[in-house]
């Protein structure tokens, strides 16, 4: 059987232990609130800013982990030592005062040095364009890599046949830069003209969907060759220059061909063949004898014996045809495309 003394002993024993382990808590809960009244409400903080971003900071002689631009702290109230450091850069270094439960905010620009250089990759669409930095013409056309160039302000001058030149100036800082550069064309008018009229008109050897006389407007600039032809006309062709503001007159008087034989006159039309057997007019470009005369329908006067058509259709098989043209007569002919063709 336990002592009863013993027993009311422990008691009063365990009771100090409780005690004791109070007392503690509350020592370090306020040790913990001291520290936080005087390091945290009663410090300030440091905001580090500049131009350019990405320089080191050192406080007190001590590297800071973050570049600019940085927040740093908490730091007790007083005086330190500031200084930056950037590549290409001049070091910045200042004494600065950390105020009390506030923040310092200091921007710096940072100067260049004097023997810093960069360089330049400049582009242009269109590429091949010529380049002059300041007064020095570039040897290469666009795109370039320009080394060794001297930081600051570049005047630029860039040109292209065709396109508006582009005169302006850059700031260059001391890495590596890229420019690009959009070259705008130049525009003029052209117009077309045959004897006689309703000529087709090839433009670099496109064949448009108009005929003579036609005006294009706002062409871009440049070198453009023009042909036109008309059945029972030989086929002319001219190169002409389009300048910027202008309007180009290109006039073609139409050879009639010779024939022993004598002449004849075909139209052919064309038309797409749906599966319920409905016709659709459609435009085939007409080649005949080997050479591109232009689209159906259309009536296509040609010299008499026997020729061959062929219809060109995107998107379907070619359509052939031989033909005889008799002197003095017009025959007719009907290209028909359909699904089951293709």
Known sequence: MQNPNKMYNAAPELNRGWVKKGAVTVVVCFSCFMAYQLYFTKSGFLFVES?????????????????????????????????????????????????????LWITPELLIKNDAVTSLHLTTEPAGAMVRIDS??????????????????????????????????VFLLPREENLTFML???????????IPAQASIWLDGRLLSAKTPHRISEINSGDYTIETAKNGFKKLRKTVHVRSGKTVAVNFNLAAKKSKTGFGKILLRAAIVTENDRERTTFPAIIIDGELQGQAPSTFTLPAGTHKIVARLNGFPNQEKMITI?????????????????
Not at 76 to 98: A, C, M
Not at 140 to 149: A, D, G, I, K, Q
Not at 184 to 194: F, P, Q
Not at 326 to 341: G, L, M
Request: glycine share 6%; net charge positive; no cysteine.
């Open 51 to 103: 131009a350019p971003v990405g320089a080191e900071i050192l406080v007190n002689g001590k590297q800071i982990p973050q570049l600019t631009p940085a927040l740093i702290g908490p730091l007790r109230p007083g005086k330190y030592s500031v200084i930056l450091k950037h590549e290409q850069y001049q070091t910045w270094d200042s004494e600065i005062k950390v105020p009390r439960r506030d923040t």
């Open 136 to 169: 020095a013409v570039q040897a290469s056309s666009t795109p370039m890599f320009v080394r060794n160039l001297e930081p600051g302000n570049r005047n630029l001058h860039i040109s292209m046949p065709g396109f508006a030149d582009i005169d302006t100036v």
């Open 184 to 194: 705008e064309h130049l525009r003029g008018d052209l117009t077309i003209n045959s």
């Open 326 to 342: 008799v002197a003095n007569r017009t025959i007719q002919h009907k290209f028909e495309f359909s699904k089951s063709s293709r």
